[in-house]
């Protein structure tokens, strides 16, 4: 059964909120969430389900050939040399479709309809997708068919082999998990249990605002600040421990931080505070090459910035995918491309 399918034949049976309730949540959400990661698409091809509340698995369909014929490529990523997944849409009023290649772009078959690009590939197998407010949906039969992840309020330790980790919503988490003030929860997805579970040892005293994507070479990374200071948060060991890095000192007025990537790894990058106090505007740099351990306002005269567009997507494997019309351009070093044209 197909992703529309399944999310259309719940939707009668779910019980929506008031409208009172709903803009209440988005004041919030509007106050208290950062950016979360991802690309957007023309408005044509974004599919957004809110307030669904299950999702059961269906029988895995036959693969359904790609028929010949060009479309806008509107999302691209892979989860190693041999799967590559793309979101095409044929014509302005077609739908999207989530198109599957597990022999590194030769073939192709369709793998799910009407599917939004804020689609993430986290394995070779493995794809997850936010819907509406806080449903995060995942698939490891390479977007087959999929399932809705839901809360267990038991600790994890760390991050398991296959799973990840993401900011999780206030609202999703009251109730059995009290929020604590921060706007990213860091929570433990297992794709194999379907489970979203609290992180057991977060950041210490670190109030977290978002996290970066990078490959998982890089470790996990938290934005957000201690002692009213800019810091960020790396782990190396899925979770576990952490180091918080605050060389910046106290902000004056209000903040904003970003992440650039320096390196095809993540282990390089470029962390960019911006504050604006009484008019006025400052902005400070500090780089890293050893994945967020250490920190210097320098520039190492060997590292140069990686030359990718703003809108390349990171792969599990270090494999970097660049959306351009109807190609899908892969890199590895980001230097040489491959092309691949997938087809409808």
Same mark, same amino acid.
């Given at each position: ?21 709903? =803009? ?41 050939? !790609?028929?010949?014929?060009?479309? +806008? ?12 997944? !793309? ?14 290649? @597990? ?32 449903? +995060? ?36 988490? =009251? ?24 992180? /057991?040892?977060?950041? =210490? ?12 070479? /890089? ?7 201690? @002692?009213? =200071?800019? !810091? ?19 902000? !004056? ?47 190492? @005269? ?43």
């Amino acid at each position: 059964m197909s992703f529309t399918d399944l999310t259309n034949e719940l939707m009668d049976s779910v019980e929506q909120p008031g409208l009172a309730e709903i =803009e209440r949540r988005t004041r919030r959400r509007r106050r208290r969430r950062a950016l979360r990661g991802g690309l957007t698409g023309a408005a044509a091809v974004v599919a957004v389900v809110a307030g669904l509340a299950l999702l059961r698995p269906g029988p895995a369909p036959a693969p359904e050939p !790609a028929a010949p014929g060009d479309g +806008t490529v509107h999302w691209a990523g892979t989860g190693d040399a041999g799967h590559v997944y !793309a979101i095409v849409q044929s014509c302005a009023s077609c739908p999207a479709e989530l198109l599957g290649s @597990d022999d590194g772009g030769d073939t192709w078959t369709v793998r799910t309809s009407s599917v939004g690009t804020a689609l993430v590939v986290r394995g070779p197998r493995t794809l997850s997708v936010t819907i509406g407010v806080d449903i +995060t949906m995942v698939s490891v039969d390479g977007g087959r068919t999929w399932q809705q992840v839901t809360l267990d309020p038991a600790p994890a330790a760390g991050v398991p082999d296959g799973g990840w980790l993401q900011c999780a919503d206030f609202l999703a988490l =009251e109730g059995p998990v009290a929020p604590t003030g921060e706007t990213c929860i860091p929570t433990v997805i297992d794709p194999a249990a379907r489970t979203a579970r609290p992180l /057991a040892d977060p950041p =210490e005293a670190f109030a977290a605002r978002s996290l970066v994507r990078l490959p998982a070479a /890089a470790g996990w990374w938290l934005l957000g600040n201690r @002692d009213g =200071e800019p !810091a960020v948060a790396v782990s190396q060991d899925q979770g576990a421990h952490w180091v918080v890095t605050r060389p910046f000192g106290p902000v !004056a007025g209000s903040a904003a931080m970003s992440v650039t990537r320096e390196s095809l790894d993540g282990r390089r990058a470029a962390w960019t505070v911006v504050w604006q106090d009484a008019g006025s505007r400052s902005t400070s740099r500090q780089f890293t090459t050893d994945g967020g351990v250490l920190w210097s306002a320098q520039r190492e @005269d060997a590292v140069a910035p990686l030359d990718l567009p703003p809108q390349a997507v990171a792969g599990p494997d270090g494999r970097w995918t660049v959306t351009a019309g109807d190609t899908i351009r892969i890199t590895t070093d980001g230097v040489r491309y491959e092309e691949l044209r997938p087809r409808l």
